[in-house]
């Protein structure tokens, strides 16, 4: 019976995370989870529409006017592009010309940089859910409806100098790992049973996901260049999830002891992949991995940058918060203005 219980909670978690993960994307400033996944991040204490928690200071950027977007065509001196975790899903305030679903935030790494930086234009094209195909293509977000996002690459052109990318954890199924490791966290007959689901005749399938991601971002750095000539690329990792050490902490998420090291693995594993095509493709790499260790998402508030199944401060599930996001502005922020 203990056994059936511990199952039947992780499934009604991976279902709440699936429909969040899944999707990446939704307007933080509509007062609840307006994912309608009707999971932890829509009561939890500091959720959209609540009382936030108090954030402890990363030395973010000084407040400044967010730069004005170039004229279409031309090409806004710094362009925003890439995922969830480069938009800022579910952090408020959403920035009031992101389209439905994308959820940008005015706290994202993006916005800090560009008021920090005083650049004249700035267009932030980042949105929730995206993979390397979204960058060219138009997007439909799960709140998009029949109005789906405009391809992420639309914002580029000649007049443009600086480009910030952070995209692949879509293209190897963020979500879906998430959600099938808490599914999986309660099967007691393998220490590792997130692995083994990844694990098909002896490969392993994300490392697969991983290695095929490399030429999309190869081909999405050679359209930048090519659209933007004049662009410095900084291609922007994925921060530490979980912690270097320990057993984890399952209140905030749940995965088997036995397949942590692993999960870092992964996300070790996709940084370096994007690390090397950054180098590959004539662009900086910008390390948010390393700063972020010690800010987990077992760190209690204030010292976190990503939140846990059940947010204790704005931010989505398993992604980085407003103290997320000023860490990494200042990781970005550095690699900017190196000559």
């Known amino acids: 019976m203990g056994h059936t219980r511990h199952r039947t909670a992780a499934a009604a978690l991976a279902a709440a995370m699936a429909l969040t993960l899944a999707a990446c994307s939704s307007d933080d400033d509509s007062g609840g989870d307006s994912e309608g996944t009707g999971g932890p991040a829509a009561t939890a204490p500091g959720a959209p529409g609540g009382a936030a928690a108090p954030q402890q200071t990363a030395a ?16 806004s001196y710094y362009v925003a592009l890439g995922d969830s975790y480069a938009a800022g899903v579910k ?10 679903g994308c959820s940008r935030s005015g706290s994202n790494y993006a916005h800090l940089m560009a008021k920090q930086l005083a650049v004249p234009t700035f267009a932030d094209a980042t949105c929730g859910g995206a993979t390397t195909a979204d960058l060219a293509a138009p997007q439909t977000t799960l709140m998009g409806g029949q109005t789906p996002a405009p391809p992420q690459f639309d914002v580029l052109g000649p007049e443009t100098k600086l480009v910030t990318l952070g995209i692949g954890g879509n293209d190897i199924g963020f ?22 689901a990844f694990t098909k ?7 697969q996901r991983i290695d095929a991601t490399g030429p999309k971002i190869d081909a999405a750095l050679k359209t930048i260049h090519d659209k933007a000539p004049q662009a410095r690329i900084l291609v922007v990792g994925y921060p530490a999830i979980l912690p270097e050490s320990g057993t984890g902490c399952p209140a905030q998420l749940p995965v088997a002891v036995g397949d942590l090291d692993y999960l870092r693995g992964v996300i070790r594993d996709l940084n370096g992949m994007i690390s090397a095509r950054a180098a590959a493709g004539n662009a900086t790499y910008v390390d948010t991995y390393t700063p972020g260790i010690g800010h987990d998402v077992c760190q209690p508030v204030g010292v976190k940058w990503v939140e846990g199944i059940a947010p204790e401060s704005p931010g989505a599930q398993a992604h980085p918060n407003a103290l997320g996001h000023e860490g990494m502005a200042v990781a970005v922020i550095a690699k900017a203005r190196q000559v």
């Open 60 to 75: 973010a950027p000084a407040p400044g006017a967010v730069p004005p977007a170039a004229a279409p065509g031309t090409g």
């Open 91 to 100: 952090i408020p305030e959403t920035v009031p010309d992101s389209p439905p």
């Open 175 to 196: 979500g879906e790992i998430m959600t099938t490791c808490v599914m999986r966290s309660g099967d007691k007959t393998s220490p590792t049973p997130c692995k083994n």
């Open 201 to 207: 005749d002896g490969q392993d399938v994300l490392k």
